[in-house]
């Protein structure tokens, strides 16, 4: 199906595969809304409306769960103690929804594209490393929307 994402939430640690663009998907949202924290503090007493976070993954491969984060930054004071409401959902109608902090949902973003070989500083392009463990994973080819803009071919919950 795709390389595995590890997420933490609160006390709970879910490992599922999602592909890279989707991840790459995510980082861009967590992005904007830790903008959205930039701005408000820019605006210092000046109470200005911010734009929420609604993320939304539809699974591409056969094994893939869908994933949505939400996140609200008119309710936190700042990106260091804001939510992010976390559903995964597979085919087979198991759902799982969850809390995590914003600064642990990018932590486990990062960690996923650093394991497979993503440029840290928000590259797109996976690099040889990301293509060789890919490969040995099996994943070439399932996700053709991945394969095609990048030019390479491309769920189980526990306590902690």
Known sequence: A??????????????????????QGLRDSI??????????AEAGAQRVK???MDYEQKPEAEGEVALEAFCNPNGFPN?????????????????????TKLTQLQDDVEQYLETYGFDPAGGR??????????????????????????GARGASGHGS
């Open 2 to 23: 795709g390389p595995n994402l590890v997420m933490h939430m609160n006390d709970t640690t879910v490992t599922f595969p999602l592909q890279p663009d989707a991840v």
């Open 31 to 40: 992005a904007a809304v830790r903008g959205e924290f930039e701005r408000a």
């Open 50 to 52: 911010l734009e929420s």
């Open 79 to 99: 990106a260091l103690v804001a939510s992010v409401l976390v559903t995964l959902k597979t085919r087979d109608g198991i759902k799982v929804v969850s809390e």
């Open 125 to 150: 392009p996976p690099l040889p490393r990301a293509r060789a463990v890919l490969a040995a994973q099996g994943s070439p080819g399932k996700a053709p929307g991945w394969a095609a803009r990048w």
